[in-house]
């Protein structure tokens, strides 16, 4: 069992940042790929970052490419996401997810474990 909780949200300007961190509870932290998600009002939740177990593999959405960056430390049994130049259409509420299999992550679908949620808002 990983429990998964999330921090780090919050209320920015356009072009700012912000970090992210996941927290995650168990002994099997570092078997895990872990991914973020985000969800806007009125919209499906959709794919952000995924890292593989190891953090030797990473992928990102083609609209945060370039401006997120996602990092694990597995002796924190921590995640990470870093957003730069951050716009008003990122706003969301953003999740980590856990599966073992990295694959499972970037495609969002029956994931083994999921956060809470943390609101990020980008104002204009």
């Known amino acids: 069992q990983v429990q998964l909780v999330e921090s780090g949200g919050g209320l920015v300007q356009a072009g700012g940042s912000l970090r992210l961190s996941c927290a995650a509870s168990?002994?099997?932290?570092?078997?895990?790929?872990m991914g973020w998600f985000r969800q806007a009002p009125g919209k499906e939740r959709e794919f952000v970052a995924a890292i593989s177990w190891s953090g030797g593999s990473t992928y990102y959405a083609d609209s945060v490419k370039g401006r997120f960056t996602i990092s694990r430390d597995n002796n924190k049994n921590t995640v990470y996401l870093q957003m730069n130049s951050l716009k008003p259409e990122d706003t969301a509420v953003y999740y980590c997810?856990?599966?073992?299999?990295?694959?499972?992550?970037?495609?969002?679908?029956?994931?083994?474990?999921w956060g809470q949620g943390t609101q990020v808002t980008v104002s204009s």
């Open positions: 168990g002994r099997t932290f570092s078997s895990y790929a």
């Open positions: 997810a856990a599966d073992r299999s990295y694959p499972t992550i970037i495609t969002g679908t029956r994931i083994d474990y």
